[in-house]
Nanobody, 125 residues
Framework: VQLQASGGGLVQAAGSLRLSCAASGRTESDYTVGWFRQAPGKEREFVAAIRWRGSTYYADSVKGRFTISRDNVKNTVYLQMNSLKPEDTAVYYC????????????????????WGQGTLVTVSS
């Protein structure tokens, strides 16, 4: 499975961006997709995830501001980011997990088999 993340850019605080993660190759039908981010000098952190059937999970820091969704026909997952803050500045990565992942493990980068190349989001104050 190959993942292609796109949609990053420079935006002012309180603005919005929508990231996309397009999957290609051998895409199993039942896979979970997550978004993670890594700011300079910080560890990679969980942002949001969505299961094949649509269950969603969010980090507390983005709840109410970010929305993850997916189009299973297009094999694409979206991350709509609203009310952006300077602290949201990071490289955003999408990742996919084939087959089932427990709710407890869905937050961990190590649970994901495939990774995209990342897209940079910069939020100016």
């Amino acid at each position: 499975v190959q993942l292609q993340a796109s949609g990053g850019g420079l935006v002012q605080a309180a603005g919005s961006l929508r990231l996309s993660c397009a999957a290609s190759g051998r895409t199993e039908s039942d896979y979970t997709v997550g978004w993670f981010r890594q700011a300079p000098g910080k560890e990679r952190e969980f942002v949001a995830a969505i299961r094949w059937r649509g269950s969603t999970y969010y980090a507390d820091s983005v709840k109410g501001r970010f929305t993850i969704s997916r189009d299973n026909v297009k094999n694409t997952v979206y991350l709509q980011m609203n009310s952006l803050k300077p602290e949201d500045t990071a490289v955003y990565y999408c990742a996919a997990r084939a087959l089932y992942v427990s709710s407890g493990s869905i937050y961990y980068a190590s649970s994901y088999n495939y990774w995209g190349q990342g897209t940079l989001v910069t939020v100016s104050s």
